[in-house]
């Protein structure tokens, strides 16, 4: 395709009644004023009134932007102790000792926008451009399923080479490719926003959860740091989830980039996003929400430069109030963050990571590590197996499940009983089976012994004697050579 027909491609991206008909009165949910009127008047929140909402959140209410602003803005650290403690009661209550694990796959990093901070960036010269074709992707998948992936972010660059309909054959080739036992059961997508009719046709090949993160929130900041191509219209962003839930996607993330603006903005900002979707959806709000923080990045200076940057404890922090604001929620660690980071902060409730990771296209078939092919720096290096013995060393079992998804345990389903608490009812034998299916075809000899301790552990735990006496079973069939079996 050539210049020119890049351009025109630009030009009918955007369709302006698919943000409009969103708004109310005209206007998009970030209310500026009134976030930052809420962040004065909660300047100074009293013990009791943390208390208070701590509660609240342990009883698995979202919270309201005034109780959230509250936390934001807590100075007392007993209290920030004990709201760490409150975040792990809540992830326990809602999903229990299980950490869903996937692999993210970058797909193609062509793209057409110029967001400062990405080294994928239209005009970075130094960022080596690459598009996978489908033979290409294949042993990108095959080699992810022989170190025992099931589960898969996609990810891909603004680009007419990356369309609707490409990323629908990719979608294709990831569940169809199987190696031996291991297949891909579920691939969600982080792209660009699509419009209803683009998002249609994901849904129909099985889409599973499709992510755009807003990056920053606030308006000005938005505009600054995308100042051209399609991501410039904050809008256009800003609804791609509601369309994403009108093409009948009926999982959707969201997510802000941490570092870009204030930080209690931007948590005000996903409480926004979450409170507009369930209002317009019939209650359904994300299925996740994931707090990446700017990493380095070849070639781009901005991240150096840039005033907004969050230390470690404010990380910790931030991703506390998110897990007290939207108790039910999946919440996504990636790893940008280093091995000990992660450890800390999956404490506070965090219900997914990924795993393995190799972020350069093309990466997992070759085995290597390659900047230049690279979004940013990863902190995170170790591999599958270690990190799955880490997890299992801090007793959390490492769920490979999608069953749920597979059974229509999705959208507006999903989020009742993750609101009554109740997923882990199902997803914690499922977590055990799944687990047990990887000890056996892919773990290293260290992993399986603190493996098969922690399936002990949780097998003991199971809720009644049914439930244990149907995992018994499947276990036995699964050792009997059985793969794929879910309550
Ligand atoms: N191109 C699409 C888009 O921007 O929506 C899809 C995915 S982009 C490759 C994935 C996400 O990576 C972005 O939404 C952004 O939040 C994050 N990201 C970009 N540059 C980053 C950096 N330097 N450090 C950490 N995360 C970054
Ligand atoms: Fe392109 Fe996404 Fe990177 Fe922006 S964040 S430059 S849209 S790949």
Known sequence: MGAVSVKEWMQNVIKPEQIEKY????????????????????????????????????????LEPEETAALLNCTDEDLWQEMYQTG?????????????????????????????????????????RQ?????????????????????????????????AHYIAETLKVAYSTKVGHGEIRRSNVNAAPMSIEDLEILRDVGIGTFQVFQETYHHSTYKKLHPRGIKADYGWRLY????????????????????????????????????????????????????????????????????????????????????LSVPYTGMILTARENPSIRQDVIQVGCTQIDAGANIAIGGYSK???????????????????????DLAKLGYITSFCTAGYRCGR??????????KGKVHHLCMPN????????????????????????????????PNDLVKKQVTEFLRRIEAGERDLFL
């Open 431 to 462: 977590a055990i089976l799944t687990f047990k299916e990887y000890l056996l075809d892919y773990a290293s000899p260290e992993t399986i012994e603190v493996g098969e301790k922690l399936i002990q552990n949780e097998f003991e735990a199971l």
């Open 367 to 389: 085995g290597s590590v390659d900047y230049e092919r690279q979004q940013f720096i990863l902190g995170d290096n170790r591999s599958l197996d270690e990190a799955i013995r």
């Open 131 to 163: 598009h996978l074709t489908m033979d290409e992707l294949r042993e990108e998948i095959k080699a992810l399923v022989q170190k025992g992936h099931k589960r898969l972010i996609m990810v891909y660059g603004e680009h007419p080479k990356s369309d």
């Open 410 to 419: 999705t959208g507006n389903y999903f989020m009742e009983i993750a609101k």
């Open 240 to 323: 791609a989830l509601h369309r994403a839930m009108d093409a009948g996607v009926d999982d959707v993330g969201i997510g802000a980039l941490f570092g870009l603006y204030d930080w209690k903005f931007e948590v005000l900002g996903l409480l926004f996003h979450t409170i507009d979707l369930e209002k317009k959806f019939a209650g359904v709000g994300p299925h996740t929400i994931s707090f990446p923080r700017l990493e380095p990045a070849v070639n781009t200076p901005f991240i150096e430069n840039n005033s907004y940057k969050i230390d470690d404890e404010t990380f910790k922090k931030l991703v506390t109030v998110i897990r």
């Open 23 to 62: 708004k109310d009165n005209g206007k998009d949910f970030i209310n500026e004023a009134h976030i930052n009127e809420l962040l004065l008047k909660k300047c100074q929140p009293e013990k009791q009134e943390i208390r208070d909402i701590m509660a609240k959140s342990l009883n698995l209410e979202r």
């Open 88 to 128: 792990l009661q809540i992830k326990q209550k809602v999903y229990g000792r299980r950490i869903v694990t996937f692999a993210p796959l970058y797909i193609s990093n062509y793209c057409v926008n110029s967001c400062v901070y990405c080294g994928f960036r239209g005009n970075n010269d130094q960022s080596i």
